[in-house]
């Protein structure tokens, strides 16, 4: 079973816009992390952010996470064509070694 | 520095048979661990493997099984393949002391069972 849930499903914005996805989760967790997939290939890691996290940066990413509601968002800013992609929220709990998966948010960034 | 790699890219096999996957995880890592993504899904957790030996399990039936050898490479199995099976199969490496930071993934062997 999925841990995960994103929202939207799917996202389609023009280029230079912010996309904002957000996840939610069930149980609590050790971090939450983000992964970009393109077109059904491999997983690639964004950014991950821990429990005790409240905000983190990376580049044109910023991720937020609120542990009471059992949430997080995405924030990619200034949106290229090469940011379209699925992408993905996965959480780690401290004694289960696996990631937990959502079902993932389709974003269209278009030219 | 080669990152995780899969063989084969595609494959299709028929109901019953049998099939093999393989991974080489990332220079210096030590624990692999196996997604399956059924499409339009997010990736399910197979198993994963570290010191040879099958560290968790997911909610996946015996059908599937792996193997991890003292290169750390892994492989895996699955029997008597079902409609089911089709998807795209992960594999993913890390160090077993942060296994649940992140994880590198290959890109991934893509299943058609018919």
């Known amino acids: 079973s999925q841990q995960g849930e994103e929202d939207p499903q799917a996202l389609s914005i023009q280029e230079g816009e912010n996309a904002t996805m957000n996840c939610s989760y069930k149980t609590s967790i050790n971090n939450l992390q983000w992964y970009r997939q393109n077109s059904g290939r491999g997983l690639v890691h964004l950014i991950l952010i821990r429990s005790n996290e409240r905000e983190k940066h990376s580049g044109r990413l910023r991720v937020t996470l609120d542990t009471s509601k059992k949430s997080s968002s995405l924030l990619i800013t200034a949106s290229r064509a090469a940011d379209t992609a699925s992408y993905f929220c996965a959480t780690g709990r401290g004694s289960n070694y696996k990631l937990t998966f959502g079902k993932g948010t389709l974003l269209t960034v278009n030219p | 520095d080669a990152g995780v790699t899969q063989s084969p890219t595609h494959l299709i096999k028929t109901r019953g048979q049998q099939v093999t996957l393989r991974c080489s995880p990332k220079s210096g890592h030590d624990t692999v661990s196996w997604y399956q993504q059924a499409l339009g899904q997010g990736p399910q957790f197979i198993f994963q493997?570290?010191?040879?030996?099958?560290?968790q399990r997911g909610n996946f039936p015996d059908r599937f099984s792996g193997h991890q050898f003292p290169n750390y490479s892994s492989e895996l199995n699955v029997n008597a393949l079902l409609l089911g099976d089709s998807a795209l199969y992960l594999c993913?490496?890390?160090?077993?002391?942060?296994?649940?930071?992140?994880?590198?993934f290959g890109p991934g062997t893509r299943l058609t069972v018919l």
């Open positions: 493997y570290y010191e040879e030996e099958e560290r």
């Open positions: 993913a490496s890390s160090l077993s002391k942060t296994s649940t930071d992140t994880q590198y």
